[in-house]
């Protein structure tokens, strides 16, 4: 994924800032004695290539091949996945992890499932909070690596230890207040607000700088960035987190489905089309998403759905030799009554 070139100074305040939290005085942990095992594909299959001894989860390779130890694991630059594993211990308490990843992450404590974020995505840092007790633990990272930069990251704080409550009296909880999630448009004038989260999404309005929205949910579904669900006026739709500032945890919104989702097998409409060029055959209705296959010019297709944009069709749902995708409306011939096909 493409690497903000500022990414090191965000995640130093960051790390910083943690261990300048009160009570902490303890310096973040990357473990020891990591095995790994790499594979030529991004979804932990493929042909596997173990390597150990490794001290620490902390690799930046840009766009290049992983190097571990010295030694290039892999010759592939994008497109691979990883297993790390390790047994470390543990004093009783409170920990804080960080773990930092362009693309994917997932995190197990203990074969449970703590962190998944197993998805393309820029890079992002996720945090999380976990009592552990003393002794051994097994820890597992999985990270997968699409286009671009190649980084990935996992350490942790000791935040606290637990103490023994004297005979009579029971210790009062300490919470920790979590900021209220907020997002407000940066670097462009206007953000578009859709019907999905996707780039080809009926446009319903326009976000503004200079208001903080309440997101209502998240998905990640286009694969790129993670977009939003935010209420403006009386429409609400969604907006790519990619021109926003988030302020709070992005994890706490819940991950919402849509009807673009939904979309495997719609009802017939009679409507027919023809691209008059060779179209991009795709998952949903966005260049960022998975593509199908490709249609020839004069191929025959039956448009199930459609998105708009100012007024114009913008991407046609089609059932092409029996697949259900999208492709892009402006060089599609249309063969029947449009007003028949729903708008998404």
Same mark, same amino acid.
């Given at each position: 994924? %493409? ?10 305040g960051?790390?910083? @800032?943690?261990v300048?939290? &009160? ?8 473990g ?5 095992? $790499? ?13 150990t ?12 091949? &992983? ?8 010759s592939?630059?994008?497109q ?16 804080? $992890?960080?773990a930092?990843?362009d ?15 197993f ?9 999380f ?8 633990h097994? +820890? ?16 942790? $704080? #000791?935040? *606290?230890?637990?103490t ?10 300490v919470?920790?207040? !979590?900021?209220?999630l907020?997002v407000? /448009?940066v670097n462009? %004038?206007? #953000? ?7 780039? *080809?999404?009926s446009l319903?309005? !326009?976000?503004r &700088?200079?208001t ?5 949910? %998240? ?9 939003f ?14 021109? +926003?500032?988030?302020t *709070?945890?992005?994890?706490?919104v819940? /991950? ?14 009679g409507?027919?089309?023809a691209? %008059? ?7 949903r &209705? ?5 593509? +199908? ?5 004069g191929?025959?297709v039956e ?9 114009n069709?913008?991407?046609f ?6 697949v259900?995708?999208?492709?892009y @409306?402006?060089? !599609?011939?249309i063969? *029947?009554?449009?007003?028949l096909?729903?708008?998404?």
């Amino acid at each position: 994924m %493409r690497r903000y070139t500022h990414w090191w100074v965000t995640l130093a305040g960051l790390l910083l @800032a943690l261990v300048l939290l &009160p009570g902490m005085g303890v310096q973040a942990e990357y473990g020891i004695n990591w095995s790994a095992t $790499f594979y030529t594909d991004p979804n932990l299959t493929g042909t596997p290539t173990s390597v150990t001894g490794i001290n620490g989860i902390n690799f930046n390779w840009g766009a290049g091949a &992983p190097i571990v130890n010295g030694v290039t694991v892999l010759s592939q630059t994008d497109q691979f996945s990883a297993r790390f594993t390790s047994v470390q211990t543990f004093v009783d308490g409170t920990y804080e $992890f960080v773990a930092a990843s362009d693309d994917g992450i997932r995190i197990f404590i203990d074969g449970v499932v703590v962190l998944d974020q197993f998805i393309g995505r820029a890079l992002t840092t996720d945090t999380f909070t976990r009592t552990m007790t003393a002794g051994s633990h097994t +820890l597992t990272v999985e990270y997968f690596e699409g286009i671009d930069q190649a980084i990935v990251q996992f350490q942790w $704080f #000791l935040q *606290g230890t637990s103490t023994t409550p004297q005979p009579g009296i029971t210790p009062s909880p300490v919470y920790t207040a !979590v900021p209220a999630l907020t997002v407000q /448009v940066v670097n462009v %004038r206007g #953000l578009s607000l859709r019907t999905g989260p996707y780039l *080809g999404a009926s446009l319903i309005g !326009v976000a503004r &700088p200079g208001t903080a929205y309440t997101p209502i949910a %998240r998905n990640n579904d286009e694969g790129t960035y993670t977009w939003f669900k935010i209420t403006l006026g009386d429409k609400t739709g969604w907006v790519s987190g990619r021109y +926003l500032e988030i302020t *709070g945890d992005p994890n706490s919104v819940p /991950v919402e489905t849509t009807i673009f989702q939904q979309l495997d097998n719609p009802t017939s409409t009679g409507v027919m089309g023809a691209p %008059r060029s060779v179209m991009n055959f795709r998952v949903r &209705p966005s260049q960022r998403t998975t593509r +199908l296959s490709q249609i020839p010019w004069g191929g025959e297709v039956e448009i199930l759905g459609r998105t708009i944009q100012g007024g114009n069709n913008f991407w046609f749902l089609v059932r092409y030799e029996g697949v259900v995708g999208w492709i892009y @409306a402006p060089y !599609v011939s249309i063969y *029947g009554d449009i007003n028949l096909v729903q708008v998404y």
